[in-house]
């Protein structure tokens, strides 16, 4: 009988650091993503709406927000939550500058671009000219 009590104990002795380590493997995993979404968190973003590539957005927001300021050597990142595909081109419809020329940014992928310069970047979609936004760069 002492000799299963003592193969008990040392069954036990054996677990508990697996199973401290398989507890713990999860935790580690979790602050891993903790640290992920604060770095999501901290970047600038604007959503390419919904619908946005049929006409009527502009009432309210294509990109949204539609005026984003930021401070020189910021990052903005596009995310495109339409189903068509979406730009972001500065300029103006018809006569874009070549400050940004992202490609065409398909459903649910994103485009980022970091500013240096100061001022105020208009951009457009070159595939609907209603889809205009503004980055104002402190
Ligand atoms: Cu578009």
Known sequence: MK???ILAGVSIISVVPILIFILEQPKNDFNEHEKT???TISENIVSIV????RPGCEQSNCYLPTKISI???????W???DRGFHTVTT????TPNG?????????EDNFSF???NTGEFRYYCRLHPWMEGIVQVN
């Open 79 to 81: 995310i495109n939550h």
């Open 71 to 77: 401070t020189s050597g910021q990052t903005i990142t």
């Open 99 to 107: 400050v940004i020329e992202s490609p065409q940014i398909s459903p």
């Open 91 to 94: 300029g103006y419809y018809d």
């Open 3 to 5: 000799k299963y009590l």
């Open 114 to 116: 970091t500013f240096y």
């Open 37 to 39: 979404s604060d770095k």
């Open 50 to 53: 919904m619908s946005s590539s």
